[in-house]
């Protein structure tokens, strides 16, 4: 299984951009990268998912580089509602029985 | 139709009692996922199941959690002879196959006294 690094925390200003890198150094050729969201009590929420280089939706956009090892999830003009953990998430893309493992996840909070 | 839903909300117990946490999945998912919570900590995962069957139990903390799954609907995580330190907030997730994108549950709040 890939194991993820993320940091624990960052802080940012409403309006800014927030880039929040994780890190995957053993990711397997059959592996998505995947980005949750998770306000306090609440169960996390799906943001955007990826393979290989860019993938952006109305939330978010997911850089991925070449070699896989890391990929960025970033949140355009963040609001105070933005303020949550951010968990990155790689799994492996088999038929066979598997698990998907959940880091410790990034805090973001947004100040005004 | 409706999310994962999951229940109770919230359960008090008693150290030494078990308790049962019961989880519905969108209707139509195959893969059933349990996860648990500590406070201010990441997801621990403990198990999933592929339909009614869970090939991989080895995120079970120990011999005193067990879960189950029938009509590849409905799952129960039980929590025999409760320990303070399973005091968590308990998530259930599914996905339409494994590996999917994963939707969760509001959790159920487990507090051991």
């Known amino acids: 299984l890939a194991k993820t690094t993320q940091p624990i925390s960052m802080d940012s200003y409403e309006g800014q951009e927030v880039n929040i890198t994780c890190s995957h150094n053993n990711i397997a050729t059959n592996d998505y990268i995947t980005w949750y969201q998770q306000f306090p009590s609440q169960g996390p929420r799906f943001i955007i998912q990826?393979?290989?280089t860019k993938v952006t939706n109305e939330v978010a956009s997911l850089f991925i580089p070449a070699d896989r090892k890391s990929s960025t999830l970033s949140l355009p003009r963040v609001s105070l509602s933005d303020t949550a953990v951010y968990y990155c998430l790689v799994g492996v893309l088999t038929d066979s029985w598997g698990k998907l493992q959940f880091g410790a996840g990034t805090q973001v909070v947004v100040t005004p | 139709g409706a999310g994962v839903s999951q229940s109770p909300s919230n359960k008090v117990t008693e150290k030494g009692k078990d308790v049962e946490l019961r989880c519905d999945p969108i209707?139509?998912?195959?893969?059933l996922y349990w996860y648990r919570q500590r406070l201010g900590q990441g997801l621990e995962f403990l198990i999933y199941f592929q339909g009614n069957s869970a090939p991989d139990k080895s995120g079970l903390p120990s011999d005193r959690f067990s879960a189950e799954r029938t009509g590849e609907s409905v799952s129960t995580l039980t929590i025999q002879r409760t320990q303070q330190e399973d005091s968590a907030v308990y998530l259930c997730?599914?996905?339409?196959?494994?590996?999917?994108?994963?939707?969760f549950g509001p959790g159920t709040r487990l507090l051991v006294l």
């Open positions: 209707s139509g998912h195959t893969a």
């Open positions: 990826g393979y290989k």
């Open positions: 997730a599914s996905s339409l196959v494994q590996q999917e994108t994963q939707y």
